[in-house]
């Protein structure tokens, strides 16, 4: 199985914050990657596929970047509703894989 | 407006049964895989299973800590999609999303609110 590794497990920003969560696969997946976001007692939500597209409806302050095993999720201003738990999901082989999540809370 | 909504869920004894359902609407069901995802209370997210779409036979695959006890269905004329879980056990207790993928990219581009399964005696 491919192991996804998140980095920080939490983190704590300010509003206006350039954040960066890292996510590292145990193998290579090409650009097999997805990023999700959820919220507490919510489903999550889509925010970028194949490594780097943005999910249509989701602000651009979102950008995914990365290929083979290693991928960034950068938030380019942290805004109130960017609050969240953040998820990287290979889906390159089964099974599909999610990362341990990383919970973006305010300073 | 796309829409998946789960139900089925409960409260069911170890060793019992659940079956769950996801109705979709505002998109061609038949045209897309779908999967089921699971959350333990206060985990990270869990893939549990997929299901092709008729083009590709809806054949199945299954993380290997359900294979042989859930089984994922589909009935493409009610636009519905099937969890049927088997042999339940304590560790099974989260709540379940269904996800529809992309057609292209083959990522869960649309997710359901889920539904809450205990597995309690």
């Known amino acids: 199985d491919i192991q996804m590794t998140q980095s920080p497990s939490s983190l704590s920003a300010s509003v206006g914050d350039r954040v960066t969560i890292t996510c590292r696969a145990s193998q290579g997946i090409g650009n097999n990657l997805a990023w999700f976001q959820q919220k507490p007692g919510k489903a999550p939500k889509s925010l970028i596929y194949?490594?780097?597209s943005l999910q249509s409806g989701v602000p651009s302050k979102f950008s995914g970047s990365g290929s083979g095993t290693d991928f960034t999720l950068t938030i380019s201003s942290l805004q109130p509703e960017d609050f969240a738990t953040y998820y990287c999901?290979?889906?390159?082989?089964?099974?599909?894989?999610f990362g341990g999540g990383t919970k973006v809370e305010i300073k | 407006e796309v829409q998946l909504v789960e139900s089925g869920g409960g409260l069911v004894q170890p060793g019992g049964s659940l079956r769950l359902t996801c109705v979709v609407s505002g998109f061609t069901f038949s045209d897309h895989y779908m999967d089921w995802v699971r959350q333990a209370p206060g985990k990270g997210l869990e893939w549990v299973g997929r299901?092709?779409?008729?083009?590709?036979?809806?054949?199945?695959e299954y993380a290997a800590s359900v294979k042989g006890r859930f089984s994922i269905s589909r009935d493409d004329s009610k636009n519905s999609l099937f969890l049927q879980m088997n042999s339940l056990k304590t560790e099974d207790t989260a709540v379940y999303y269904c996800?529809?993928?992309?057609?292209?990219?083959?990522?869960?581009?649309?997710w359901g609110k889920g539904t809450t399964v205990t597995v309690s005696s």
């Open positions: 996800s529809r993928l992309s057609a292209y990219y083959y990522y869960m581009d649309v």
């Open positions: 194949a490594a780097s």
């Open positions: 999901q290979q889906y390159n082989s089964y099974p599909l894989t």
């Open positions: 299901t092709r779409s008729k083009a590709d036979s809806y054949t199945t």
